[in-house]
């Protein structure tokens, strides 16, 4: 509404003063002997002067609303397609010849943006081709050897402090209140802390995903939580062709969602999502847990950065919602490249 208004003042100072220039060229080049008779002029009964006033005012507001209309219209055109452009969509078709060269420039914008997030993922499977060709076998070697140690000393070590725990607290004892409230708080620590080692041998011995898909390495994942952890764990995988470079860094960003979510959700249950749509690779983490206060909590240390930079290295978006007591969803949306 602001355009029009701004449009329609400035059509009428214009009118204005064109008129005046005009007036006070005909008055130079046919001077009058008596402005009296100028002013009590008419034309069709109407005075003279009222009727250029009026005439300047008609004119003048319909030329404004017109011109700020179509103004509005090309700034709203130009803001659809910089929206579409931010959002990694296709631009819109619509033709307006005044606004040709402008079109021009975002479709080149549109290019370059595309061929960076090309480059990007084609550099990430790259990346991820070569790493997987020079594998370091000492390097997961070791990290076997140190979740096999971790498995076999401080997790049967911990069951064992859990069940002893458990059967004192089970027992007839003559205890305080107190002093039985601190033991279930330790039986509690005791299973939190479980949990936590159960999320470090997952990341210490990852599912791999050399010579395999990256929905198979979902499924190969989920099989692994469900045989070690009691969580529910639901999926919905679509099959589909992905570049190597987007499949490891998406089973990268599934591992750390699933690790945040033992270690810091205390969830029931699971729900991964990967799906294709509309030019976009959509995978989507939603668990029922805990949750958390998005803008009281050090975000950085439940690895939202890392996921979110593994997103924006191939040209994608990453969104966490969660809530106090009302779960935690994360969605990650790859555009791909035809």
Known sequence: MKIILRHIVSSLLFMTLTVGIALSVTFIIFPFDNFGE??????????????IAIIILVTGTIQGIISGLLRKQHISYVERQLRQLYEGQGLVEEDYKDLKEIDKLIENVHSKITQHIEHAQHLATEQANEREASLQEVVVEERNRLARDLHDAVSQQLFAASMMMSAINEADYDITPELDHQMSMVEKMIQQSQLEMRALLLHLRPVQLKGKQLQEGIEDLISELMSRLPIE????????????GIENQLFRILQEAISNTLRHADAKSVKITLIKRDGFIIMRIVDDGKGFEMTETNTSSYGL?????????????FKVVSLPNRGTRIEVKIPTIQ
């Open 305 to 317: 950065d890392t996921m979110k930079e593994r997103s924006e290295d191939l040209g994608g978006d």
């Open 38 to 51: 100028l002013i009590d002029a008419k034309l069709f009964n109407v005075n003279y002067l009222y009727l």
């Open 233 to 244: 764990v639901d999926h919905q995988i679509e099959e589909f062709p992905i570049d190597k």
